[in-house]
């Protein structure tokens, strides 16, 4: 603001006859805005200050002295305001422009300093502590790390390295703010809970810092989105939802009563443990399931903050069975008394990878609601009132469209009324043109028909359910159980949309009819699979993740090889090497190419992740295995279909080569997805081999290492 007055000068003059254009503008500013509205204050606080004394015991007393409150409280904050502001200027003007450019904003305003009360971060993580109005900044050096005030939580702590400490939670961090002694430590802690309240209430207080009993500690539970930056499972996740001491809040999946959990549930935190426990009015009761994140499992009697307690049986990942009784004292820690089973194997993954939900939440009984007033729809014979209710809305302009709660649902690329569609009518037009396919894959994307509407409020409640911190391992059943069942309910609606549209017509309905569009619910599953795939396919890499892992270090471990060493490692015939019309420069010598051979079977196979329909990915296999046959065949010079015995060494090599991240995700989920006809035929085999060479990769790191040892002895 003062970098425009300098340009502007001789308006100023018009608002101070002694200014002269050598003075100083930031005097002349305070002057023109600050001075008159102070002294103004000042004479008002007077003049009630002699009628308060002058009331005594007037009616009008009462008024005056609240009067005259208000007009010390607005003097207070002015003042207060004008310190901050000073406080924050003379800030900005000690640091650097890589701080400045990205901090100083008009509205920001320096509440607390380190250097002002000393107060410095645990770890050595910094040297400076910056409390402003809407961020908590920690400056090191040159560089600085802020936190945005709404998702911090601060909790006094006990005393760490001697000093009197401040517990500061927020998403992906936790540290200690240290003081010298308690005094600091309660300055710091009330100020940094008053600016987390007022970041919360978008306001600040009137006046500033005062200790009204109404301004309470800010809550520990709050509603926020935040996305998740630091490297793990959920890095670029978007968690929007209830977030409590700076976690997200526990997922629960289960039955309701009353808005309280009451019956069977499932409790997934954001840790990735997990339990299965009985709820009665929101409170545990029995023993449960808890499924640890470090494979552990521990099946008794806990606590919601999963403390074990009485009786129970504990299996640790490395096949240990403790048994016996559980407590926990505060100052002494877990304690048991049991008998503790060193003798059992490693556990298999019945256990480690133990599926929750499918007893107790059959998936048929499933969002049963959702699917209600759909089938009340059809039932009713596509009635006018059941069709007004099914839809959602029933308008005549935009202004009470979008007052509608279908609007939420719309796709709204412009603002145009959608009119009303006769869904019947179309139907019955696209079965005699034979386009019911095309058809019902453009109403999918469309959440004004009724199809897309409900595919569209599947949609939502299955990213409620396993999205964030739902992507649990325990919950892939589940999940995928899910999809298929959405598919064979989309496919029962879209028969009983068919069959009124049909009748409507006066036509008869026969199942060669009802069957001219789609062939069945596994046609359906490949069409809506792409609303649901993010969030599935996630279920399926956190579930696999650790053979993954083994995979690619076998792969990288196999990469190493030229293509002559690996194809004679993984025992490929000679016959079959492709070795003999390589395009070579002389310099290069075919012992020491690497990634020359099936290149066309190599590429192809990477398109198995462009996809995300089973069909097409078995297609890629099928292209792959031609491509590989294709290469053998130019080599013989005759047609080579390969037998398993001889396809398996070359589809080693293949996938060595291709290099495919999560393999082992996309073929379970081939594998748990792909249409049942497929079973026993080209797919299936081919399916059936691309598993033996995941499994082999991933036992290839000991044998390799034992041929390059026989190979050097």
Not at 172 to 188: G, I, Q, T, Y
Request: hydrophobic residues 35%.
């Amino acid at each position: 603001m003062g970098e425009a007055w300098r340009s502007h000068k001789p308006v100023l003059q018009q608002f101070l006859a002694d200014f002269s254009l050598d003075a100083s503008v930031a005097v002349a500013l305070h002057t023109v805005l600050h001075k008159p509205f102070r002294d103004q204050l000042q004479q008002y606080s007077l003049i009630l200050s002699k009628l308060k004394e002058a009331a005594g015991q007037h009616p009008e007393s009462e008024a005056v002295t609240d009067a005259t409150d208000k007009f010390a409280k607005l003097r207070s904050f002015v003042s207060q305001v004008l310190d901050e502001a000073c406080f924050t200027r003379s800030l900005w003007k000690s640091l650097g422009h890589k701080f400045t450019d990205v901090l100083c904003v008009p509205e920001r305003r320096l509440l607390e300093d380190s250097r002002n009360l000393t107060v410095f971060p645990s770890m050595g993580r910094s040297d400076r502590v910056l409390l402003f109005n809407d961020l908590l900044v920690l400056v090191q050096g040159s560089s600085f790390q802020s936190f945005d005030l709404k998702l911090v939580w601060v909790d006094g702590a006990e005393r760490e390295m001697g000093k009197y400490a401040l517990r500061v939670t927020a998403p992906e961090e936790e540290f200690s703010l240290l003081a010298k002694d308690p005094k600091a430590r309660a300055v710091w802690q009330w100020k940094l809970n008053q600016a987390v309240r007022q970041a919360l209430n978008g306001k600040r207080d009137f006046p500033l810092w005062s200790r009204d009993s109404d301004r309470s500690d800010p809550p520990s539970c709050r509603l926020f989105s935040f996305t998740f930056r630091a490297e793990g499972r959920l890095k670029n996740a978007v968690y929007d939802g209830e977030w409590h001491l700076g976690r997200p809040h526990e997922r629960y999946i289960g039955m309701w009563h009353e808005d309280q959990r009451h019956g069977p549930g499932i409790v997934v935190t954001q840790s990735g443990a997990c339990y299965q426990r009985m709820f009665q009015m929101d409170k545990m009761v029995g023993s449960g399931t808890l499924l640890l994140e470090d494979d552990s499992v521990y099946e008794g009697n806990f606590t919601p903050d999963l403390t074990f307690v009485g009786k129970g049986k504990l299996t640790f990942p490395n096949g240990f069975v403790l048994e016996g009784t559980f407590s926990s004292k505060s100052s002494q820690g877990l304690q048991t008394q049991g008998i503790l089973d060193t003798a059992g194997e490693q556990p298999d993954q019945q256990m480690t990878k133990l599926q929750l939900g499918q007893k107790e939440f059959p998936v048929e009984t499933r969002w049963e609601g959702l699917f209600s007033q759909f089938l009340e729809f059809i039932r009713s014979g596509g009635r006018g009132d059941t069709e007004e209710a099914f839809m959602g809305f029933h308008v005549q302009t935009s202004k009470e469209l979008r007052k509608s709660q279908e609007y939420l649902f719309c796709q709204r690329d412009n603002e145009e009324v959608p009119t009303k569609v006769d869904v019947l009518g179309e139907l019955a037009v696209h079965q005699e043109q034979g386009t019911l396919q095309g058809y019902v894959e453009q109403v999918f994307q469309n959440s004004l028909h009724p199809l897309g509407k409900l595919l569209k409020m599947l949609t939502v409640a299955f990213q409620a359910t396993y999205s964030t911190i739902g992507a649990n391992k325990h919950l892939l059943t589940m999940a995928q159980e899910e999809v298929k069942h959405y598919a064979k309910k989309i496919w029962e609606f879209y028969q009983g949309l068919l069959r009124l549209a049909l009748e409507r017509k006066g036509r008869p309905y026969s199942e060669s009819v009802e069957n001219s569009g789609l062939d069945g619910p596994d046609a359906v599953l490949p069409l809506i699979l792409p609303h649901f795939y993010p969030d599935l396919f996630m279920l399926y890499m956190v579930y696999h993740q650790k053979e993954d892992e083994l995979y690619c270090q076998g792969v990288v471990d196999l990469s190493q090889e030229t293509d002559v060493k690996l194809l004679e490692f993984l025992d490929v015939q000679k016959h079959f090497w492709p070795l003999k019309d390589l395009t070579l420069t002389k310099h290069q010598r075919r012992s020491l190419v690497k990634d020359h051979c099936f290149l066309s079977a190599t590429d192809c196979l990477r398109n198995i992740i462009t996809t995300v329909d089973p069909r097409e990915k078995l297609e890629i296999l099928q292209k792959t295995y031609n491509e590989i046959a294709k290469t053998i065949s130019r080599l013989l010079g005759e047609e080579f279909n390969p037998s398993m015995d001889d396809l398996l060494p070359l589809l080693m090599y293949v996938v060595t080569r291709a290099r495919i991240q999560r393999l082992g995700a996309e073929l379970h989920l081939i594998r748990d997805l792909m249409d049942p006809t497929a079973s026993g035929g080209m797919h299936d085999f081919l399916l059936t081999a691309m598993e033996s060479c995941y499994a082999l990769i991933q036992k290839e790191i000991q044998l390799h290492q034992s041929w390059h040892a026989s190979q050097d002895s």
